[in-house]
């Protein structure tokens, strides 16, 4: 069965770092997001993807977050200078026009 | 602005029993919703959906859930459950074509599960 696929699963940095967090959506899907989890909290949008450009995006993803698609199969999430609160467990997802969010199954960032 | 309300921060059943796990929801369109399970370091995996038609919706691993408009609720029901069904349980709401829009989560219903 397709899936989503995310790397790392756990990923520290150091605080003022640069992060990308890569996703491989599932093949013929056409809407992207990304969400995050802190820990013990729920889990809460950050950006969606369509068309080659960003359809929607939370107040939470500020100047420094980007996404990219650059070849056509990944996703990517940048984080420019992380801070601590970026610490959480950060979802990849992926749907077809006409079907539910498939997501992957996370990647932990732990800010030091 | 859509929301979920989750009211059950944590709920303990014994083995066996059955469970019912509410979802209240707020959106002023055809509401498309979600319930999704996480295990412990686990990513989030979908329960079931109701999308249109039948409003009893039956999901994965014996689950099934209601959509009552009147009440703006989306339960989640189980008749039995069982240990492996200990975990993290979230419903969510989008909108949109077919929901193709951001999905908006509650905060979550922890089962505990006891012998």
């Known amino acids: 069965e397709p899936e989503v696929t995310q790397t790392p699963s756990h990923q520290v940095t150091q605080m003022g770092q640069e992060v990308i967090l890569r996703c491989v959506p599932i093949?013929?899907?056409?809407?992207f997001y990304w969400y995050r989890q802190i820990l013990g909290q729920k889990v809460e949008f950050l950006v969606s993807?369509?068309?080659?450009?960003?359809?929607?995006k939370s107040e939470i993803f500020d100047d420094q977050f980007s996404v990219e698609r650059p070849d056509g199969s990944n996703f990517t999430l940048k984080i420019r200078s992380t801070k601590l609160e970026d610490s959480a467990m950060y979802f990849c997802?992926?749907?077809?026009?006409?079907?539910?969010?498939?997501f992957g199954q996370g990647t932990r960032l732990t800010v030091v | 602005a859509q929301s979920v309300t989750q009211p059950d921060i944590h709920i303990t059943v014994s083995e066996g029993a059955s469970l019912e796990l509410r979802c209240n929801y707020s959106?002023?369109?055809?509401?498309?919703l979600f319930w999704y399970v996480q295990s412990p370091g686990q990513g989030l995996q979908l329960l079931l959906k109701?999308?249109?038609?039948?409003?009893l919706v039956q999901g994965i691993k014996g689950f099934e859930a209601e959509f009552k408009r009147s009440q703006s609720s989306f339960n989640l029901r189980k008749p039995s459950v069982h240990w492996s069904d200990a975990a993290e349980y979230f419903c969510?709401?989008?909108?949109?074509?077919?929901?193709?829009?951001?999905?908006?989560f509650g905060t979550g219903t922890r089962l505990t599960i006891i012998p």
């Open positions: 997802a992926s749907r077809q026009g006409f079907t539910e969010a498939f």
């Open positions: 093949s013929n899907h056409l809407y």
């Open positions: 993807f369509y068309n080659n450009e960003i359809s929607e």
């Open positions: 959106y002023g369109a055809t509401p498309y």
């Open positions: 109701y999308f249109s038609g039948d409003t």
């Open positions: 969510a709401v989008a909108g949109g074509n077919f929901g193709n829009e951001k999905l908006t």
